[in-house]
């Protein structure tokens, strides 16, 4: 640690306004000004127009009293209101009304008893001002002499100092004893599961249909006309007994037609896309929102929690905002029923990015 | 007067006369105005003709400076061939168009026709290449399944739109608009029309009943107050932020200086 | 009654008394009223905040109760058949289920619904104006640099309880924030993967998240956050509370109404006004609709997708990281734009909880401080904080760009970039501008002392002269404006082996930064001499 004294003799004595309790602490850089003014003591005491008006006095007590009176015809109120406007079956008017009424009553209340506490403690409760004196947070040197004699026998009647070879194991003992518990914790998720692969694949494979979200319906792909936006989720999810949340949750993708000019497609994705018709997961690269705001005349697809903007026409590149990659794009191809389905999975983890993607 | 009449407590032997004559004015009135509807429907279709070739002079006298004398586009405007009906009804009759100035979007406006002057364009444009029509009433009249329409507009139309149909931002100023005071024929229009930047949801993708459905559900949150009080806009956690903050401590710091002033 | 009493006492006794005896004779409780009870209580409106963020804590452990008796923290999945039309039959986890039917079906469920969440909300909003009047007054200078960090770590327990509470429903709002929780623990390098997996105890959203965050949320959060109190408010007995600079008001004495009556008059009664305006803004204000937002499904997202206000700034700064903060090396991915967001948080939030420390060590003042300063006469505190509060500000914006975007007729391009000039520059700016105000403000104080009010009263002298009248002060409001401390910069002295550390010339540029052009307080001499110079 630094000095705390410093060169300038002004700066050495204690402030005069501390006490004769706190002259060893040092002051630090503090001005000790030696013609400061004095502190001139309390002002005299200024009566309240209620203590000095009986009349006044008097109002203050009924306003009192008339709020807490007030209070109880609140609190009678609320339960009147309670039974009078019963939540009647499927009508949200009823709610509204049941919330308003018991609400107001209680409120009035809370309040009217509030207020009229503490206007009698304003107004009519004897206007005292008392002075503390403070002492010392430390205490008084002799009871902290006290305190480290307490400690410094503990010391010697233990031997914690004396005995190092006891004192360390027990040290040790209590920093290995939690590790149990943080293994413990290693039940949170399930034992025989690992989380890079099943980020890694999603319930897209070669042939799955393209269906509608919610309904589960099969798309076609001359229903996708220029301009449309379709919401999509795999053929067989809705019938998922467990995990429907975790798989739509990856495989959300959204389906949108451009005129085939107005795509510029990777050499390497040309069949990924059906005469202008694209599939790209829905799940924000970023920390994983739906992206599904989709501008139809710019191409822009925008995600509404931390607005990174992609760019649908130029392989869902990012644009704007603190996404870094494209959204993945799912390749799609059309059965002999002239239904749009998966060419296979996704070719990369979608969603946020994790450490271990690469 | 009335404490009179409800003391004889008797039924004036005209009342029933009265009540009959009452119903045979409000069937008949009924059956008037339907019949009047059928015959109005007929009479455009007969009228057609003379309907396309109105909305022919209203369209070359307001709108063709962008979209070409016969509606084949410029370099202002895009082509309204094949638009259809519903595209035309939508734009100009929510005053999107014609457009003030050229900027990120199309504001809407108050309308600058009549209802007839719009069905009228809208009939000129339909008569230039097939296109969707506006739609018939049931499909708009918000009679569907709200919840199944609730679904619907939370997949597909949230994310622009908010889920209480409050609006939202898009890119370089761009926005989805609210949805809380729209029709729902210009609902179902921009829905199968995809105006400005709005993707084409068309009946293979939302049916047409599903469309009735998402516009039952908008219809609820139009009609039904929300239950918790006043929405604040439905802007979500941020309304309530700024709200707690400074109407809500705003009040408590008040209050704190009311507690801590010398009474007087 | 009192006349039975087989008291030894020669004297009657009331029944109040009687009980009082009573209960002492068991508990000891009358040396702790005779301590506690008559103890002054400086009063002044600011010092009422922290009672603010207690009280709706009160209010949240109350309607809190209420509500777990209702909500089943489970996401197996249940098809809805409660009151709301447009989500019957909708499938969705028993969690979101029990929430609906708490808004729709338990009567009176919603209003202590809508209290919780407000409450929470307000809490939170307390902390944080608690922490600012703290700050700005230096009231976190020894000895009560515990309590600083004692209260941050609340702030940030709070918001922890926030957070899961916020989670509780299931609903899509939330479940968003979760993935964007679970995004952003994957971006952690090394143990990312690993961690999200372990927290949704499997792939996101799997079925137990819910149940984990309740059990936060109602038993180790909460238990946390009771203890940090009782600590709190334990150091604020031992502390007595700190006083502004005022007439008879010194560094050995507290001043103030007494807590029995007058004070616990005036706090019980906040604490039913506390409670009363949060029903008041629950029974008028929707908060959080569950029932708009629908069940969590990983494929829809509202627009206007955001956290509660105290996560904002959080959510602000993942927004403002430019495109490409992300890079595969060694065969990892290093997600800078989540790192870089995470670090400046977790540097901000450690500056903070060390502040107390560093301006010790920079004055080197040892002396125990129970006056609050005026933000003013400490212009460099001030305008760290300022700066502090610009950053955050900044921060918190951006969580709402697209909501600014839209109800202001700007781009949201627009808004971030210049959001993420006010985050890097603004600081700066704000921490110049506050500086330069308070040495102002000082330099005002000292022009009032020495040659008084101007009174508005213009007098033209037998030479023509017009000036305006100075009323003197009186010793009283004169006080108030001289009895400051003034902290000269450090001087670099070698030390007992002659050298000079880098230490010390560290310490030494840090204490130049913060005192070089202070203003001292004006003294009896300057007073004397400087009165005739002007009229």
Redesign the interface.
Known sequence: M???????AE?AA??S???AH?SD???????I?????E?????AH?P???DENPQREKR?QRTVYTLFYLSIVGSLWAVAA?MLF??E?????D??L???????G??????????????????V?Q????????H??GGTPETQAAAVKVFTDADRESGFTRRSVIRNSLIAAIVVFPLPAVVA??G???QD?L??P??SHTMWSKGTRLT???SGAP??AA?????????V?PEGLTDLEH????E???A?VLL?RLEPGDLNELPERKDWSYDGIVAYS???T?????V???????H?L?C??????FDVSNHCE????????PLPQLPIAVDDEGYLIAQSDFTEPV???????? | MNRQKRRTGRRHPLATVALLAIGLVFTGGAYAALSAGTTAQAETDTTSQQTIDEGKKLFQANCATCHGLSAQGTDNGPSLIGVGAAAVDFQVGTGRMPMQMQGPQAQEKPVQFTDEQVKQLAYYVASLGPGPDIPSDHLVNGGGDAASGA??FR??CA??HNVAGAG?A???G?F?PPLTDVSGVHIYEAMVT?P???????D??ISPEDKRDIITYLKYVQD??????FELGSLGPVAEGLFIWIFGLGAIVAITV??TA??? | MSTASPTTDTQKRSFTTSAAVYVNERTSIAGFIKELG???FPDHWSFLLGEVALFSFVVILISGTFLTFFFQASMA?VHYDG???PLKGVEMSVAMASTLDI???V??G??VR?MHHWAALLFVAAIGLHMLRIYFTGAFRK?REFNWVIGFTLFILAMAEGFTGYSLPDDLLSG?GL??I???V?????????T???????????T?IVG?LYSLHIMILPALVIAFIALHLVFVV???HTQYAG????????????IL??????A??????????I??I???FTINPIWNYGP??????????QPDWYIGFA?GA?????????F?WL???W?F??IVPLVAIGIFIVLVLMYPFIEAWI??????H?IADRPRNAPTRTAIGAAGVTFYAGLWAAAS??ILATHFWLT??GV?HALQAVVVIGPFIAYFITKRVCIALQKKDREIVLHGYESGRIVRLPGGEYIEVHEPLD??D??RL??F???????I?P?ARGKI?A??RF?ASL?RWF?EDRI??????ELESGHGEHH
């Open positions: 630094a000095q705390d004294d410093n060169s300038g700066l204690a402030d306004s501390h006490a706190e602490a040092s002051p630090g850089t503090a001005l000004v030696q013609d400061a003014f502190n001139p003591g309390f002002p200024r309240r127009v209620t203050a309670y019963p939540m079956s499927n009508n949200a008017g709610v509204r049941n919330n308003l009424f018991f609400g107001l209680a409120a009035l209340a809370l309040l009217a008893l509030g207020i009229g506490i503490v206007h009698w403690g304003k107004s409760m206007d005292v001002e008392l002075v503390d004196e403070r010392a947070i914790f290693r949170l998720a399930p599961q989380p890079v099943l980020l509608l979200d919610p798309i076609k229903d996708v006309t220029i301009g449309s936006a379709f919401h989720i995990g429907k949340l975790d739509k949750a990856k959300a949108m829905k799940i924000c970023h920390v994983g929102c739906p599904a705001l989709y501008e139809q005349h710019t822009h925008l509404p929690c931390h607005q990174s903007q990012v644009i704007f905002g603190p996404a870094k990659r969603g946020p990015s994790f450490w271990e993607r690469h | 679904e619907l997949i597909n994310m622009c939202g898009l890119t370089e761009k989805a995809g400005q930047n709005m993707p084409v949801f068309n293979l993708n039904n107050a929300s239950p918790g009080g009311w507690i010398k009474s007087n | 008559r103890k002054a999945e009151s709301y039309v808004s729709f079906d009567r009176g919603l209003f809508q000895p968003n993935r964007i679970d995004g952003l994957k971006g952690i390098p090394v143990i990312g993967t690993w999200s997996f372990l927290i949704f105890g499997g792939e996101f959203p799997g137990q984990r031992v502390h007595k007439p008879g008001k010194t560094q050995q004495n507290a001043v103030g109404p007494p009556p007058i004070y616990a008059a005036k019980g009664g906040f604490f039913f006004i506390i409670f009363g305006v029903a008041l629950a029974a008028l969590y499904d990983p494929s829809p997202v509202s627009a206007g997708t959510d993942l927004r403002l990281i430019p495109p490409g903060w992300e595969v065969d990892r991915t997600s734009n989540i004055t080197g003042d040892k002396r125990e129970h760009s697209d949201m391009e971030i010793e009283y004169r006080w001289v009895s401390e003034s902290y000269a910069p450090l001087m002295r030390n550390t230490g010390q310490r204490s005192f001292a307080p004006v003294t009896k001499g």
